[in-house]
């Protein structure tokens, strides 16, 4: 049984080499052949045919008229070329065209615009919980920044007002059961206001004033030795001329 499968490989093998052989032959007998060393170029037919020169087409060769048959099986050729192209061309688009037809009917349904409503309810639902779940976070913030602060003002007093040298006092907000105001109450935003007294306003007047003063001495002053720089110059120059 061995010996019968390699003989028939070797047959085989043999057989596509003798099958190549005969195709590399033909292909060598059609480069060598007087149609191909031959060939002149083309003329085009019809504005887009290109038709070979060598083609039967009524020329005269030695007295001898050819036919037309050349030229006629060239464009019945052409012509079945662009036949099986459009029939491509449209076993391609039909299915597709259909497909999309049926794509298009189908979203004109009462089952697809019933899926859009449903879709955009959802999407305001969740816009809704969205935008409440950021107003509760936000509050959250705020709560805890203030409940943070009010700790730390606490904090603050106890730790440094004891310390502090000067201390300035104001009448409670509450009153008494008789509707007093008898109790006072350290004033943590105590201002002086001394940054808007008179005599501050006078003192700033008075520096401004001699600022200005000094700048207008100190101006007048470079105008007078520029203008004595000057002088000196044009003398040292009348001198040199003399």
């Known amino acids: ?57 009524g020329q005269v060769y030695k007295n001898r008229t050819a036919s037309k048959a050349g030229y006629e099986a060239i464009i019945a050729l052409a012509k079945e070329t662009e036949d099986i192209t459009n029939d491509f061309g449209r076993c391609l688009d039909d299915p597709f065209n259909l497909y999309l037809e049926e794509q298009r009917k189908w979203a004109e349904t009462d089952a697809v615009y019933d899926l859009e409503y449903e879709g955009d309810v959802a999407i305001k639902r969740l816009a809704g919980h969205h935008r409440n779940d950021l107003i509760e976070a936000v ?54 206001h001394h940054d808007a007294s008179y005599e501050l306003m006078l003192e700033q007047d008075r520096k401004r004033a001699a600022k200005q003063r000094a700048e207008r001495l100190m101006r007048k002053k470079a105008e007078e030795d520029a203008a004595a720089n000057a002088a000196s110059g044009d003398l040292e120059g009348e001198g040199d001329k003399q």
């Open 1 to 57: 049984i061995r010996r019968k499968t390699q003989h028939n490989s070797g047959e085989n093998q043999m057989e596509r080499r003798d099958e190549s052989a005969s195709k590399e032959d033909k292909l060598r007998a059609f480069l060598n052949s007087a149609w191909t060393t031959g060939f002149h170029g083309v003329e085009v037919a019809g504005g887009e045919i290109s038709v070979p020169i060598m083609v039967s087409n």
């Open 139 to 192: 509050q959250s913030v705020v709560v805890r920044d203030a409940g943070s602060a009010k700790s730390w003002d606490g904090v603050e007093r106890r730790v440094r007002e004891p310390w502090k040298e000067r201390k300035h006092w104001k009448l409670a907000e509450y009153c008494d059961m008789r509707h007093r105001r008898t109790l006072l109450v350290y004033n943590r935003h105590f201002d002086s």
